[in-house]
């Protein structure tokens, strides 16, 4: 009788095993991230501007302005559920276009600037004393943490502009239609932050405040439907 049961013991022994390395495989599995699929941005229906503000005691002879990135890059690899996100984006410095009139007038500015102010403007944008196009070619965001805030999202990441690198938070709201994504959001950064002098003029009258404003609507779906 009892060599009949050690084969059995053995054998229960045995099932036991496995099926705790089972169990053991499914959590892991379970636990692991799934892998973050590639989108496709697309860049007609997305957007990239900055919001500047005027300042000063003469600010009624300024305007607001805003400047739009006309060309740009970047990748993105989303995983849905848990959220991840993997974000790089990269715009040239030398794309940046001021206050074109359609531009404007979708974000509420008045007026209308004339060709040889704009290019006045933009001359000096991109000039040493501003932006520094010629040293400073690209500005670059690249991010990888995102968490849920509310009714959104919170994405983490380093803004490089101007040669220097700062971590910043954008609050993002984001759409969903059919599987394409609509991410967009706005966020304040402070020119001084990187080692730009905001404008100014008439000994200091007439300039620029310190913060900006980068406004974003990015329109992406995953690269393997387009």
């Known amino acids: 009788m009892s060599g009949t049961l050690r084969p059995f013991a053995a054998r229960a022994r045995g099932a036991s095993r496995l099926v705790a390395a089972l169990a053991a495989a499914a959590a892991l599995a379970r636990a692991a991230p799934a892998v ?3 989108y496709a941005i697309d860049h007609a229906s997305s957007e990239l501007v900055v919001r500047v503000f005027r300042g000063g005691i003469g600010f009624a002879l300024a305007h607001d ?8 890059d970047g990748t993105l690899d989303v ?21 074109e009139p359609e531009v404007r007038a979708r974000h509420g500015l008045d007026g209308v600037l004339s060709d040889d102010d704009r290019a006045s403007i933009r001359a000096s944008m991109l000039g040493p004393d501003q ?7 690209e500005i670059r965001f690249r991010a990888a943490e995102i968490d849920r805030q509310g009714d959104g999202f919170r994405l983490a990441g380093e803004l490089t502009l101007h040669g220097e690198t700062r971590r910043i938070a954008l609050p993002i709201s984001v759409r969903d239609d059919a599987g394409t994504l609509t ?4 966020v304040r950064v402070a020119q001084s932050d990187y080692g730009i002098t905001p404008y100014r003029a008439l000994l200091g009258l007439v300039r620029n405040q310190d913060e900006v404003e980068i406004v974003f609507t990015v329109v992406a779906a995953p690269a393997a439907t387009r």
């Open 36 to 38: 973050a699929e590639p």
């Open 183 to 186: 991410a967009s959001g706005s």
């Open 65 to 72: 302005h805003v400047v739009r990135a006309s060309a740009w």
């Open 79 to 99: 995983n849905r559920d848990p959220v991840a996100l993997a974000a790089d984006f990269r715009v040239p410095v030398d794309s940046l276009e001021v206050d």
């Open 131 to 137: 932006l520094d196009a010629a040293r400073f070619p």
